[in-house]
Every structure is written in structure tokens, then in C-alpha cells.
């Protein structure tokens, strides 16, 4: 054997999936190899549409690149490419930008399929580097869940709305007319409530009133409502959690474009999610509801091994917290009779996001009215104990760091509110930048919407300081990514066990990376994967920047999930992913994402740091 044979051999036995091959197909990949000198003027000559081949990177480095000119991926030494192709015998489209002149080895498509044939781990390692290529091309929305699909894709019809001053005589005409079992009311292309079949039946039939009564009378005001651009899953979460049939959807403008009913679910497969929140929402009392509690983590590493999208679970278990949330409400009032004024029950950071694990602790707050008096906190005080007490008897762990509705430094009026994050945004010291971060990701859990809205835009507003977005981007710049020199992961030690903490250091910046464009938009959603949707288009994020911090955060939290359903052990923390114990593809998958999210806080604080 020569010695340049058996320095490719080598080579190939340290790149994955090469070294899954026995000593024969190893052989015949080194024998068969074509090595090709590759720089941007004959880039053309070699990745030719009507030749496909795979390619191993053996130096320099190029980015591959889509027929429109975005970013797929950065190819350096030992990665591969041009497979997709192989496997699907679609036409190469994709194009090479080279950015140092170097050398790839090739084989031909007939060499592949024998070296597929001779090797299921060969085939396996391609087939799961086709479907899960972190900076891979997005291929559209077939094969989703039915679940994930969004709502704008399965509405049928546009709405039949109603005026408020209207009679319910006309109501009933317009139902009938257009055959439909509810009417949105709507003034000014704002929802104002809905009016149900069921409602013209209890509290117009059976009390008497007469047909000439204006709809406002009967109607149900500031119903439930869901967003076009959430899912499926979201719409079924929200119906069973409020015991509801008919739930309007509006755009981002707060204008109703549509209605999804139970009906319009029927078809569908039974949903068990929808079975485990419902269980929740009829429990008798406190005790029964955390017996039903004590089977989510059990059922949601059932669930996450029959789901595409193991994100799916991290909207699961905040959709699980939020009914626990309003159940044990509810059983308080039940007690305690109703809420004295108007108020809003705050989730924060990662039930506000959606993107709650097992190891989730609870973050919550209150908002009440300007007007609300020392009695009536006192109401609101105990219920927050009870509430709080009872999240964590069902398995949702009280706050290390006291950020709970059961504090009272965090019951406060919209005013007080205000005044709070004026603080912050006014004296941008680091300790308030990293206190203030969990408030500006909220979402009403309970309560009173239109409270909620109004306090939102104005903390929105309150956010748009050029000083403040500038010692953000400081702060953001200042954070450690585990990813030192010579693309090596930097891990913690355990006791023998090595780790990255894959939430503080890279998920939370991430957030903290997309929470800052969000703030500088005024943005008012607080989950990462919707605030980049309403970014997308939009300066100072460019679109191929956005789609790679939107790759990374589905990678790092799926890979986060699935870690810590398969944990089969205790005494490791509950974010800590060991690199040793992933998959070659994965590894190279997680430095990847890294790189996006170092490139980002560059980006950061470049485009804010002009603010200090």
C-alpha cells in the first residue's frame, strides 16, 4: 500500500460516516476516490447539474449556497455535500461561493449507492443528514403534523361578523342566511365579542327578551381569540382549556379574519394532548388536579416519541401550565368569590415564549387596574399564594429567584408597571439589564386582555431607548459561547461528568440576541420563533441572518428536549448536554449553531453599539 493510499484510508476512517464502513468498502472508497482541485473559476466545472456526485472537503473552504444566492452552509474540511441530490435524484440547483481554493475528493453516484448497499449505518448516517441539516434548506410545509399547521392555511372562509348596535333579529337572519352557528361582532374591523347559537337559545329564548334588543346585550364580550399565524395545536389548546366551540382567529392587527369551531376539528385524529388538558380543566378540586399533574412527565416522554416536532413539547407543557394555572384560579374563586377589579395573571420567560421543559421553574406575575384598592390586593394576595403553592404541588418548581405572582414586590397597577421598566430602561446598569430581560418576554395567562394589551404596547414603547438597546447589546456581547479556539467545545466539569449548559449558554443568548431586534421593533409577541417571523423582511436583521438564528433555536431546543427525555440518570443538571454522548452529525450540528450565535452577537454589537 502506498503511502498516499494510506493516508486517504486514514483520513477517511476519522470522517464520519466513512469510518461505519468494513475494511473492504473502506478500501473500495479510497481505490475509487477522485481527488479535484477546486477554486471559484472551475466551481461550474465540478458541481454540474447533470452529474451528481458526493463530496468530501479535504481543505479549504467554501459556502454553499441556494439558487437565489441564500446561505445554506459553510463546507470546511470533512464535511460533505452534494447527497441531497444522490438521494432524491431531484437536479442540483445549489451553487458553490469558494471561499478558499482547496481540494474535494469525489465519487460517483454509482459508487455511492454501492457503498449505501454495503453499509446501513453509511445509509442511515446520509438519510438523517438530509432531514435534520441544521442549516439545510427549508423544503415547505408538507409532511407536518396536522397540529403544526398554521391557521391562515386552513381557513376556509372569511368571517360573518355583525355590528354591535345591531338587533338580534338581524342576527338571527344573518346566521340562518349564511348557515353558520356563530357571528363575530365587530365595530371598526375590531372584535367587540361573539354571539353563538347557544346564546340566542339561554339568554334570549329562554329569558324572554325581544327580538329588537341590540346583540351587544347577549353577546359574550372579549371571547378567547387565537392568531392566524399559530397553529392547529394552538386553536385546540385554547378551546379545551376555556371549554369553548367557536374561537375567533385575527391577524396581527387585531382585525377577525376567520372562526375555527369544534367542528372544523372533528375530522382530525383524536387528540391525546387535548384528552391531558381537558382531564386538567375538570378536576374536582386542588388535590385531583395535581393526580392528574403527576402524569405529564410520564406522558410527555410517551407523546415525544410519536411527535415529528419535538418543539411541539415545550408548547405542550406551557399550555399544561397555563390550564393549571386558570384551573387552580378558578378553585380559588370558587372559595373566594370572584376577582374584586380587573386584573391580568403574567406568565414570564419560558411559559410566556412557550418553550417550557421538565426542569421549568415558575416565572409570574400581577397586573391589576390603576384603581384597585388595599382590600382588594389583600383578595388578590392570597389567591396569588394559593395559585403559586398549587403550580408547585403539581410539579411546577416556585422560582429560585422569587419572580412569582405570590411576591408582592411583583403585584403591581399598570402604572406601577410602567414606572418599573422606565427604571430599568432609564438606568441601564448591567444589573438591571439582566433583572428587566425576563420581563420584556410576557404573556397573559388570565384576566383581562384589553389590561394586558394597553400595559404590553406601552412597555413596547417604553423599550425603543437608543441607550438601553446599546448596553443590551454590551450585555449580549459579553456572553460566553462554548467554542473556543480550534472549533473545540468548551464544557464544565461534574464530578466525571463534562457538560455544556446548553439553556445559560446558548438557548438564553439566543433569546437574548432575538429579544433585542424584537425590542428595537417594538414587538409585542414573546416567543422567539413568532417575534423572527414578524422580523423577517425587516432591518437591521436581514433575512438569510434571520433564518439561521431561527435554524439554531429549533436545533438547540429540540436537542435540549430530547437529551433530557432520554436522562436516565440523576444528579446532572437539568439544561447539561454532555458533547461526547451526541452523534458525530450532531456535534457538528451544535457547533454550528454556536457559529450562528457568535456571528449574531457580533452582528449585535455592531448594528447597537453605535447607541452607547
Same mark, same amino acid.
Given at each position: 500500500?502506498?503511502?498516499?493510499?494510506?493516508?486517504?484510508?486514514?483520513?477517511?476512517?476519522q470522517?464520519?460516516?466513512?469510518?461505519?464502513?468494513?475494511?473492504?468498502?473502506?478500501?473500495?472508497?479510497?481505490?475509487?476516490?477522485?481527488? /479535484?482541485?477546486?477554486?471559484?473559476?472551475?466551481?461550474?466545472e465540478?458541481?454540474?447539474?447533470?452529474?451528481?456526485m *458526493?463530496?468530501?472537503?479535504?481543505?479549504?473552504?467554501?459556502?454553499?449556497?441556494?439558487?437565489? $444566492?441564500?446561505?445554506?452552509?459553510?463546507?470546511?474540511?470533512?464535511?460533505?455535500?452534494?447527497?441531497?441530490?444522490?438521494?432524491? $435524484?431531484?437536479?442540483?440547483?445549489?451553487?458553490?461561493?469558494?471561499?478558499?481554493?482547496?481540494?474535494? =475528493?469525489?465519487?460517483?453516484?454509482?459508487?455511492?449507492?454501492?457503498?449505501?448497499?454495503?453499509?446501513q449505518?453509511?445509509?442511515?448516517?446520509?438519510?438523517?443528514?438530509?432531514?435534520?441539516?441544521?442549516?439545510?434548506?427549508?423544503?415547505?410545509?408538507? $409532511?407536518?403534523?396536522?397540529?403544526?399547521?398554521?391557521?391562515?392555511s386552513?381557513?376556509?372562509?372569511?368571517?360573518?361578523?355583525i355590528?354591535?348596535?345591531?338587533?338580534?333579529?338581524?342576527?338571527?337572519?344573518?346566521?340562518?342566511?349564511?348557515?353558520?352557528?356563530?357571528?363575530?361582532?365587530?365595530?371598526?374591523e375590531?372584535?367587540?365579542?361573539?354571539?353563538?347559537?347557544?346564546?340566542?337559545?339561554?339568554?334570549?329564548v329562554?329569558?324572554?327578551?325581544?327580538?329588537?334588543?341590540?346583540?351587544?346585550?347577549? /353577546?359574550?364580550?372579549?371571547?378567547?381569540?387565537?392568531?392566524a399565524?399559530?397553529?392547529?395545536?394552538?386553536?385546540l389548546?385554547?378551546?379545551?382549556?376555556?371549554?369553548?366551540?367557536?374561537?375567533?382567529?385575527?391577524?396581527?392587527q387585531?382585525?377577525?379574519?376567520?372562526?375555527?369551531?369544534?367542528?372544523?376539528?372533528?375530522?382530525?385524529q383524536?387528540?391525546e394532548?387535548?384528552?391531558?388538558?381537558?382531564?386538567?380543566?375538570?378536576?374536582?378540586?386542588?388535590?385531583?388536579?395535581v393526580?392528574?399533574?403527576?402524569?405529564?412527565?410520564?406522558?410527555?416522554?410517551?407523546?415525544?416519541?410519536?411527535?415529528?416536532?419535538?418543539?411541539?413539547?415545550?408548547?405542550?407543557?406551557?399550555?399544561?401550565?397555563?390550564?393549571?394555572?386558570?384551573?387552580?384560579?378558578?378553585?380559588?374563586?370558587?372559595k373566594?368569590?370572584?376577582?374584586?377589579?380587573?386584573?391580568?395573571?403574567?406568565?414570564?420567560?419560558?411559559?410566556?415564549?412557550?418553550?417550557?421543559?421538565?426542569?421549568?421553574?415558575?416565572?409570574?406575575?400581577?397586573?391589576f387596574?390603576?384603581?384597585?384598592?388595599?382590600g382588594?390586593?389583600? =383578595?388578590?394576595?392570597d389567591?396569588?399564594?394559593?395559585?403559586?403553592?398549587?403550580?408547585?404541588d403539581?410539579?411546577i418548581?416556585?422560582c429560585?429567584?422569587?419572580?412569582?405572582?405570590?411576591?408582592?414586590? =411583583?403585584? /403591581?397597577?399598570?402604572?406601577?408597571?410602567?414606572?418599573?421598566f422606565?427604571?430599568?430602561?432609564?438606568?441601564?446598569?448591567?444589573?438591571?439589564? /439582566?433583572?428587566?430581560?425576563?420581563?420584556?418576554?410576557?404573556?397573559?395567562?388570565?384576566?383581562?386582555?384589553?389590561?394586558?394589551?394597553?400595559?404590553?404596547?406601552?412597555?413596547?414603547?417604553?423599550?425603543?431607548?437608543?441607550?438601553?438597546?446599546?448596553?443590551?447589546?454590551?450585555?449580549?456581547?459579553?456572553?460566553?459561547?462554548?467554542?473556543?479556539?480550534?472549533?473545540?467545545?468548551?464544557?464544565?466539569?461534574?464530578?466525571?461528568?463534562?457538560?455544556?449548559?446548553?439553556?445559560?449558554?446558548?438557548?438564553?443568548?439566543?433569546?437574548?440576541?432575538?429579544?433585542?431586534?424584537?425590542?428595537?421593533?417594538?414587538?409585542?409577541?414573546?416567543?422567539?420563533?413568532?417575534?423572527?417571523?414578524? *422580523?423577517?423582511?425587516?432591518?437591521?436583521?436581514?433575512?438569510?441572518?434571520?433564518?439561521?438564528?431561527l435554524?439554531?433555536?429549533?436545533?438547540?431546543?429540540?436537542?435540549?428536549?430530547?437529551?433530557?427525555?432520554?436522562?436516565?440518570?440523576?444528579?446532572?443538571?437539568?439544561?447539561?448536554?454532555d458533547?461526547?454522548?451526541?452523534?458525530?452529525?450532531q456535534?457538528?450540528?451544535?457547533?454550528?449553531?454556536?457559529?450562528?450565535?457568535?456571528?449574531?452577537?457580533?452582528?449585535?454589537?455592531?448594528?447597537f $453599539?453605535?447607541?452607547?
Amino acid at each position: 500500500m502506498t503511502s498516499d493510499s494510506q493516508d486517504i484510508r486514514s483520513f477517511l476512517q476519522q470522517t464520519p460516516p466513512f469510518d461505519a464502513l468494513d475494511a473492504d468498502t473502506l478500501k473500495l472508497a479510497a481505490d475509487k476516490m477522485q481527488a /479535484m482541485y477546486l477554486c471559484q473559476a472551475n466551481r461550474d466545472e465540478i458541481i454540474r447539474p447533470d452529474r451528481p456526485m *458526493l463530496f468530501l472537503v479535504r481543505s479549504g473552504a467554501s459556502d454553499l449556497v441556494d439558487k437565489d $444566492g441564500q446561505h445554506i452552509e459553510r463546507l470546511e474540511p470533512g464535511d460533505l455535500f452534494g447527497y441531497p441530490s444522490l438521494l432524491t $435524484g431531484r437536479a442540483i440547483t445549489n451553487r458553490l461561493q469558494v471561499i478558499a481554493d482547496g481540494i474535494v =475528493w469525489t465519487w460517483s453516484a454509482a459508487l455511492f449507492d454501492e457503498m449505501r448497499r454495503r453499509s446501513q449505518a453509511f445509509e442511515r448516517y446520509f438519510m438523517n443528514a438530509h432531514g435534520q441539516r441544521l442549516l439545510a434548506e427549508k423544503g415547505g410545509q408538507t $409532511g407536518l403534523d396536522w397540529t403544526e399547521k398554521t391557521l391562515d392555511s386552513v381557513l376556509e372562509r372569511t368571517p360573518v361578523s355583525i355590528p354591535s348596535a345591531a338587533s338580534i333579529r338581524e342576527a338571527a337572519i344573518k346566521m340562518s342566511e349564511h348557515r353558520v352557528s356563530c357571528l363575530l361582532v365587530v365595530d371598526d374591523e375590531q372584535l367587540r365579542g361573539i354571539l353563538t347559537d347557544r346564546d340566542l337559545r339561554n339568554r334570549v329564548v329562554a329569558a324572554g327578551l325581544t327580538t329588537d334588543t341590540a346583540v351587544a346585550a347577549v /353577546m359574550t364580550p372579549m371571547p378567547a381569540v387565537v392568531y392566524a399565524r399559530e397553529s392547529l395545536f394552538d386553536a385546540l389548546t385554547a378551546m379545551s382549556q376555556t371549554n369553548i366551540h367557536h374561537l375567533p382567529v385575527l391577524d396581527d392587527q387585531e382585525r377577525p379574519v376567520g372562526v375555527i369551531t369544534a367542528t372544523d376539528l372533528m375530522h382530525q385524529q383524536r387528540s391525546e394532548p387535548v384528552l391531558l388538558i381537558n382531564a386538567l380543566f375538570k378536576a374536582r378540586d386542588k388535590e385531583a388536579l395535581v393526580q392528574e399533574a403527576q402524569k405529564i412527565p410520564d406522558y410527555l416522554r410517551s407523546f415525544a416519541g410519536r411527535v415529528r416536532d419535538i418543539g411541539t413539547i415545550g408548547r405542550l407543557l406551557s399550555s399544561l401550565t397555563d390550564g393549571m394555572t386558570k384551573k387552580l384560579i378558578q378553585l380559588y374563586e370558587q372559595k373566594h368569590g370572584s376577582a374584586p377589579c380587573a386584573y391580568v395573571w403574567l406568565a414570564f420567560g419560558s411559559q410566556a415564549r412557550g418553550d417550557q421543559t421538565l426542569g421549568s421553574d415558575q416565572d409570574n406575575g400581577l397586573l391589576f387596574a390603576d384603581e384597585i384598592t388595599d382590600g382588594q390586593r389583600q =383578595w388578590f394576595a392570597d389567591m396569588a399564594t394559593y395559585v403559586c403553592d398549587g403550580l408547585a404541588d403539581c410539579g411546577i418548581r416556585l422560582c429560585p429567584g422569587d419572580i412569582m405572582a405570590k411576591n408582592p414586590v =411583583w403585584q /403591581m397597577t399598570r402604572l406601577q408597571w410602567r414606572e418599573q421598566f422606565q427604571k430599568w430602561v432609564r438606568s441601564p446598569t448591567p444589573k438591571n439589564i /439582566m433583572h428587566s430581560m425576563i420581563f420584556f418576554d410576557s404573556r397573559a395567562v388570565a384576566g383581562n386582555t384589553t389590561l394586558y394589551r394597553r400595559h404590553r404596547e406601552e412597555v413596547a414603547k417604553l423599550a425603543q431607548h437608543d441607550m438601553f438597546l446599546g448596553n443590551i447589546a454590551r450585555h449580549i456581547g459579553e456572553l460566553s459561547v462554548p467554542l473556543g479556539l480550534f472549533n473545540r467545545f468548551r464544557t464544565k466539569s461534574e464530578g466525571e461528568f463534562e457538560y455544556i449548559d446548553i439553556k445559560k449558554q446558548a438557548i438564553a443568548i439566543l433569546n437574548d440576541i432575538v429579544r433585542l431586534y424584537s425590542l428595537s421593533a417594538g414587538l409585542t409577541v414573546p416567543a422567539t420563533p413568532a417575534r423572527l417571523a414578524q *422580523l423577517r423582511g425587516k432591518s437591521p436583521l436581514n433575512d438569510k441572518d434571520n433564518t439561521n438564528l431561527l435554524e439554531a433555536w429549533q436545533f438547540l431546543t429540540q436537542l435540549r428536549l430530547n437529551v433530557q427525555m432520554d436522562r436516565r440518570y440523576d444528579g446532572v443538571p437539568a439544561n447539561a448536554v454532555d458533547p461526547e454522548q451526541l452523534s458525530t452529525l450532531q456535534r457538528r450540528q451544535l457547533k454550528a449553531a454556536f457559529r450562528v450565535i457568535k456571528n449574531a452577537q457580533q452582528g449585535v454589537s455592531f448594528k447597537f $453599539g453605535r447607541n452607547m
